[in-house]
Nanobody
Framework: QVQLVESGGGLVQAGGSLRLSCAAS????????MGWFRQAPGKEREFVAA???????????DYRDSVKGRFTISRDNAKNVVYLQMNSLNAEDTAVYYC????????????????WGQGTQVTVSS
């Protein structure tokens, strides 16, 4: 089992920044691909960013197009934490953000992930 706990959400003005953190416990962290997803009210959960496990493809990084150049995913395998730095936020980024883990390479499909955190709310005011 892998337990995931997100933090760092909040209310921010458009153009502002937030950094989300996801702390993992329970298993060795580095082999796991870590993903960030988000879900806005009335919408399906969508992929945001992912980092492959260190054993897979050199820990590849992937982003959805709408966040490229604004969001950065990073991980500290020594601390078992994955981060999502979000800059230049806009109202369309408002959602509950979830981190997720799977053993293996990173994927965009949320159904491919086995472990999920409880989510953290990000609200961007315009």
């Amino acid at each position: 089992q892998v337990q995931l706990v997100e933090s760092g959400g909040g209310l921010v003005q458009a153009g502002g920044s937030l950094r989300l953190s996801c702390a993992a416990s329970g298993r060795a962290f580095s082999p796991y691909a870590m993903g960030w997803f988000r879900q806005a009210p009335g919408k399906e959960r969508e992929f945001v960013a992912a980092s492959g496990g260190i054993s897979w493809s050199g820990s590849s990084i992937d982003y959805r197009d709408s966040v490229k150049g604004r969001f950065t995913i990073s991980r500290d395998n020594a601390k078992n934490v994955v981060y999502l730095q979000m800059n230049s936020l806009n109202a369309e980024d408002t959602a509950v953000y979830y981190c997720a883990a799977r053993l293996g390479s990173s994927k965009r499909d949320p159904q491919m992930y086995d472990y999920w955190g409880q989510g953290t709310q990000v609200t961007v005011s315009s």
